[in-house]
């Protein structure tokens, strides 16, 4: 069974794989979609860009991208990110029930992860909506165009042109 973390970690991961390629993702859109709180969200992202599957862009425009293609990640990729190793101490093991106790758990994580490494992250992200943040504003630029110079109003530049503006109407 995947933890919450991971299971949060694919979710982040999968949005992002959703946007645009060229439109970097922020902590704070990316909480708001997911309904986490910023600071979750950025513990999320510093594990995930500690495991080099996302890139970081400061600044204005800045955000986070993938590090490599879909197609070329599996769900282990992203789930070992926040896999924690529980080594098991000398104290643990005195007794014979907990030595295969031991043994039975690293099986059943070496079966689970194999399970996720043949497990493509796609497969995952083809569910996710596209993010249509980029595309709902581009439709405004063929929607808008130049006004013709007589269809511009007539106006005043000011206040203080007001009277200038009424003369020459009256003329």
Same mark, same amino acid.
């Given at each position: 069974?995947?933890?919450?973390?991971?299971?949060?970690?694919?979710?982040?991961?999968?949005?992002?794989?959703?946007? !645009?390629?060229?439109?970097?993702? +922020?902590?704070?859109?990316? =909480?708001?979609?997911?309904? @986490?709180?910023?600071?979750?969200? $950025?513990?999320?992202?510093?594990?995930?860009?500690?495991?080099?599957?996302?890139?970081?862009?400061?600044?204005?425009?800045?955000?986070?991208?993938?590090?490599?293609?879909?197609?070329?990640?599996?769900?282990?990729?992203?789930?070992?990110?926040?896999?924690?190793?529980?080594? !098991?101490?000398?104290?643990?093991? +005195?007794?014979?029930?907990? =030595?295969?106790?031991?043994? @039975?758990?690293?099986?059943?994580? $070496?079966?689970?992860?194999?399970?996720?490494?043949?497990?493509?992250?796609?497969?995952?992200?083809?569910?996710?909506?596209?993010?249509?943040?980029?595309?709902?504003?581009?439709?405004?630029?063929?929607?808008?165009?130049?006004?013709?110079?007589?269809?511009?109003?007539?106006? !005043?530049?000011?206040?203080?042109?007001?009277?200038?503006?009424?003369?020459?109407?009256?003329?």
């Amino acid at each position: 069974m995947l933890n919450t973390r991971s299971l949060h970690g694919l979710k982040v991961v999968a949005y992002i794989a959703s946007a !645009p390629a060229y439109q970097p993702v +922020t902590t704070a859109k990316l =909480s708001r979609q997911l309904g @986490l709180s910023v600071s979750y969200t $950025e513990s999320l992202m510093k594990d995930l860009k500690d495991g080099d599957l996302l890139q970081a862009h400061r600044g204005p425009g800045g955000g986070y991208l993938l590090q490599k293609r879909v197609d070329e990640m599996s769900v282990w990729d992203v789930t070992k990110c926040f896999e924690q190793k529980d080594e !098991p101490s000398e104290k643990s093991l +005195t007794s014979p029930e907990s =030595s295969y106790l031991s043994i @039975l758990t690293s099986e059943l994580n $070496e079966i689970k992860q194999q399970f996720l490494q043949n497990f493509p992250l796609k497969d995952i992200v083809k569910h996710v909506p596209k993010n249509q943040s980029a595309e709902d504003t581009s439709f405004l630029a063929k929607k808008f165009k130049p006004l013709f110079r007589d269809a511009l109003p007539k106006a !005043p530049n000011s206040v203080f042109d007001l009277s200038n503006f009424m003369q020459q109407r009256t003329v």
